[in-house]
């Protein structure tokens, strides 16, 4: 890469519309390398999807692309103008928790909570595709969320405390 | 699942509320909604993006630089390299012998040689890629063996420390004698949140930082001396943190951020993507450790024989400490009455090292254990029995000569894991992806062998070797808003995700009998918390509480007293009132605000501690904690695949004073154990590291870990704040030994080295 490439004039060039947990979100002067998650973070002021890796490794970015759960560090994110954009700050609104959030709190599957919003995403999806996923579905859904803190069992506890309030709700 | 007892000490009304019950995290419902900031969450105005340029090799003279190419971009504001330095050149926690930027040498792959500011991060990493730096590469010294002859590679030398440890008769013989050379790979910390903060310059020509760290008053020390401030103008604030487990101890992002903030009068962040990160922070010590134990026919140790080197890489960070806990505890929680150790920390052309959690203590309990188990083979004998027979205990003598004064309850932890119970066997139609090799279906169940091993840690609790050790806590009491009190709790220690707000809310509350406490962001406007490590803040941090809150408490029975025309010591506090002691009146806390808020700032320290004399001899440590650990594990030999089953422990942890946080700092531990045991590691190449990523250093995921079996043992520690022992290290101490164990049981291998890879159980003759 020429330094010539690398001028601000080339950067600040795009302009295009995110559909995020709802809304339209135009983004100008956008340089067209940038992930789905760069722009959330920094463009539209959605930090809630994480940047552990940035190499599609740690899941801690995981949003809903047209339903389909992504790395958003791993899309761009010009590429996602037209799609619906789910992130974590779309699960809730503002002063309330979902039923998943609630047991990661009462349950103690949260310490430094950097890989948690990912793998909030990653259980509601799992939870939405299949209400009745066991404890090895769930392993092998989230075996793509990193965590370095709490070794998984908070979060195991979680889920399976998600599950029975679901089941007594249903009944 | 443990069963915790509740702490009887705990039951005195005026401790009554929080103490000892599993408080809910008060950061826990914005970590899930993706509402906490985190220091790479960050945003200011007109703030502008930093990068660094680092070394691609270990070692090399650096014959010309030019940043010209970097300050043609548009959108580039600032390049900065040592040239451009007005402070000090080097930094460092206990030595300063790290340059800021590389000076005329590079010493290690991923050394900082340059920082650029520019308005993109893009714009940032390109200008940083374009400085053209001429390098003449010299051969790297990667051998930590060859170091501590071979010529110096930096002007302190290539020996951070010799420590010898002479105790009883250094040349005592046993009956049975068994020796063995084992090694330990570099394990990384990899906390999630990447080193990142943002550096604002003020208006009085100072900066404010906001970063994520474990010890906020020792970054400020070691950057106003490189920025040449005075550390008044030099203010840090805690940001949110990704985790650290050692890794954030040494400064990563600091001084250059501060720099570039100072230099284009802007905000400049700074974040560091996964593969800066694996550069950006030192790892664990890579070790290898040469071991003879003697031992009488019937079992007792009679001596420990013991040499090993640790590869500190090029620059010393904490490898004088890492040392010297590495051979203190060497023998592993046995009594020894003879011991001879040599630990050698060295300098290298490899990466740094550092702290990481157990830090010291696990190298050498990975051999150690390794060490007891090969004895208990030649002896016939149990290995659990053993360790039982020789298991440390109150009043022994360690091999520094201290004597024990603390809890000590080894064999206790021993005999409480050794009867948790075992899981069952493995099921002939067991689902695919619960054999070894997982998801991709490789081990038949019929192939795989099950092994059982057996582990016993311990480390030292806070600082030693005369460190004077503290923790400053300010506890404000007021009427709030709503004419309730209130407290606010304001400390420098750094929460990194092990819960310490939850305990010093609840301290607060039980302390003053209050329900509003409002813990301060930490920051450097109060005095020193220490480093969150060494398992210290809940005892340190948390007994700087207890002592501002008592402070507070007697202003508060003071005024009660004046109301009601008594002496002080004839009124109590309990459950929110200030009560006389035969509860015939009493004064709300509201009311005894009423005269205004009281505060009180108070230092806590712990016991003295002595530095080590010639011979390693002196008492060095103030408080210990032990663990026992055994491990189940699922092995085909011909693929060399592991599935870890089951991990039960038995940990010493004083008193619970939050037991879902112990559970979960237990859980977390020994999942870094178990990355140790079989995955983890950064792999190097000459001094280069060839696996900068999470798609090739592997981290335990949520199907390689496996139920963690726990139980405490709860015996109050003296002299520590309501008799809690720090938790969050013994899990990551003894747990790869335990794994390990179970490897060399089920498949007969000696397996010397950790982590165990693959071809070390498939291909080993």
């Given at each position: ?31 067209i ?14 930090p ?124 | ?15 009554a ?99 650029v ?79 990142s ?9 100072g ?19 490189c ?19 050692g ?40 070790a290898?450790?040469w ?25 010393a960070?904490?490898s ?33 090292c550092?702290?990481m ?12 254990e ?13 290995p ?45 139609d ?14 038949l ?54 819960g ?62 004046l ?51 010639e ?74 590291v ?8 592997l ?67």
């Amino acid at each position: 890469m020429s330094s010539d490439e690398a001028t601000g004039a080339d950067q600040a060039t795009e302009r295009y519309t995110l559909s995020v947990n709802g809304t339209d979100r135009p983004v100008a002067d956008a340089w067209i390398g940038e992930s789905l998650l760069y722009v959330l973070r920094e463009r539209l002021g959605l930090p809630g999807s994480k940047n552990a890796c940035e190499q599609g490794e740690c899941g801690s970015c995981s949003v809903l692309l047209d339903g389909v759960l992504v790395a958003s560090c791993c899309v761009l994110a010009a590429d996602a103008a037209g799609s619906d954009v789910r992130t974590v700050e779309g699960l809730s609104p503002e002063g309330e928790l979902t039923d998943v959030q609630r047991a990661f709190v009462d349950q103690g599957a949260v310490q430094c909570g950097f890989c948690i919003p990912g793998m909030i995403v990653a259980i509601h999806d799992l939870l939405d595709r299949r209400p009745d996923a066991d404890e090895l579905a769930l392993r092998e859904a989230i075996s793509g969320n990193l965590c370095r803190c709490t070794g998984y069992g908070r979060v195991f506890a979680a889920f399976h405390a998600v599950k029975q309030e679901r089941a007594r709700a249903s009944t | 699942m443990p069963a915790p007892s509740m702490p009887s000490t705990f039951t005195r009304k005026r401790r009554a509320p929080g103490l000892g019950e599993s408080v809910l995290r008060p950061d826990a419902p914005a970590k899930t909604k993706g509402q906490f900031a985190f220091s790479s969450d960050l945003w200011m105005e007109g703030m502008l993006w930093g990068a660094t340029l680092r070394s691609p090799h270990p070692s090399a003279r650096i014959r010309s630089l030019d940043p010209a190419p970097a300050l043609a971009i548009g959108g580039v504001h600032a390049v900065i390299t040592n040239d451009d330095l007005w402070g000090s050149r080097t930094y460092g926690l206990e030595h300063h012998d790290q340059p800021v930027f590389a000076d005329q040498v590079v010493r290690y792959h991923g050394e900082p040689v340059a920082a650029v500011a520019a308005d993109h991060p893009e714009i940032a990493r390109r200008a940083a890629a374009a400085i053209a730096v001429d390098y003449e590469v010299l051969d790297p010294l990667v051998d930590s063996e060859a170091a501590i002859t071979a010529p110096p590679i930096h002007p302190d030398g290539n020996l951070f420390r010799h420590l010898k440890i002479r105790f009883g008769d250094p040349g005592a013989r046993g009956e049975v004698v068994v020796e063995g050379d084992y090694e330990v790979g570099m394990q990384d910390q990899a906390f999630l949140g990447p080193e990142s903060g943002l550096a604002v310059p003020s208006e009085d020509g100072g900066v404010e930082l906001y970063v994520a760290t474990q010890w906020l008053h020792v970054d400020r020390d070691q950057i106003a001396a490189c920025l040449n401030l005075p550390r008044e103008k030099v203010r840090l604030t805690l940001a949110g943190t990704g985790g650290a487990f050692g890794g954030r101890e040494d400064l990563s992002m600091q001084i250059h951020a501060c720099l570039l903030a100072l230099v284009t009068r802007r905000p400049v962040k700074m974040v560091y993507s996964r593969e800066e990160s694996f550069f950006g922070h030192v790892h664990r010590h890579p070790a290898r450790l040469w071991y003879r134990h003697h031992a009488t026919r019937d079992g007792r140790l009679v001596s420990v024989e013991s040499r090993m080197v640790f590869d500190g890489g090029a620059y010393a960070s904490s490898s004088t400490a890492v040392i010297s806990n590495a051979c203190a505890f060497a023998p592993g929680p046995y009594f020894v009455p003879n011991a001879k150790v040599d630990g050698y920390a060295v300098r290298t052309n490899n990466p740094p090292c550092g702290a990481m959690r157990g830090f010291g203590a696990v190298q050498t309990s990975f051999a150690a254990e390794a060490q007891m188990d090969k004895l208990a083979a030649a002896l016939g004998m149990d290995p659990v029995e053993l360790r039982l027979a020789n298991a440390l205990k109150q009043h022994d003598q360690l091999i520094t000569g201290q004597v024990i004064i603390g809890t000590a309850p080894v064999a206790e932890c021993i005999t409480a894991c050794r009867d948790l119970p075992l899981p069952e066997p493995l099921a002939a139609d067991a689902p695919a992806l619960s054999l070894p090799g997982g998801a991709g279906l490789t081990a038949l169940a019929g192939d795989v062998r099950r092994g059982v091993g057996f582990a016993v840690g311990f480390k030292n609790l806070g600082f030693s070797e005369g460190f004077d050790d503290y923790s400053t806590a300010r506890v404000r009491l007021e009427l709030g808003p709503a004419d309730e009190p209130l407290a606010t709790v304001h400390l420098a220690t750094a929460e990194v995700g092990q819960g310490f707000v939850t305990v010093a809310m609840q301290i607060a509350r039980a302390e003053l009998g209050v329900r509003e406490v409002v813990v301060q962001a930490a920051d450097t406007q109060v005095g020193s918390a220490g480093s969150t490590s060494a398992s210290r803040q809940t005892m340190m941090s948390g007994g700087a509480i207890q002592m501002a809150c008592s402070a507070v408490r007697e202003v508060l029975l003071e005024r009660a007293a004046l109301d009601l025309h008594l002496a002080p010591a004839d009124m109590v506090l309990e459950e929110g009132e200030l009560v006389t002691r035969d509860g015939g009146a009493s004064v709300s806390l509201a009311d005894a605000l009423r005269a205004g808020p009281i505060e009180a700032t108070r230092e806590f320290h712990h016991a003295p501690t002595e530095p080590l004399d010639e011979n390693g001899q002196g008492n060095a440590h103030w408080s210990l904690a032990f663990a026992a650990h055994r491990a189940v594990v699922d092995v085909d030999p011909e693929l060399g695949l592991v599935k870890v089953v089951q991990v039960a422990t038995a940990q010493d942890i004083g008193k619970a004073l939050n037991p879902l946080a112990v559970t979960g700092q237990i859980e977390g531990g020994i999942a870094q154990g178990i990355g140790l045991a079989v995955m983890e590691e950064i792999v190097l190449d000459q001094g280069k590291v060839r696996n900068p990523s999470f798609t090739d250093y592997l981290l335990p995921t949520a199907l390689d870990m496996p139920p963690v079996v726990q139980t405490w043992i709860e015996q109050p520690e003296r002299g520590a704040p309501y008799g809690a022992k720090g938790v969050g290290e013994p899990p990551t101490v003894s747990s790869t030994g335990a794994v390990v164990a179970a490897i060399r049981q089920a498949t007969g291998l000696p397996l010397r080295r950790v982590p165990v890879r693959p071809d070390d159980i498939a291909l080993t003759p």
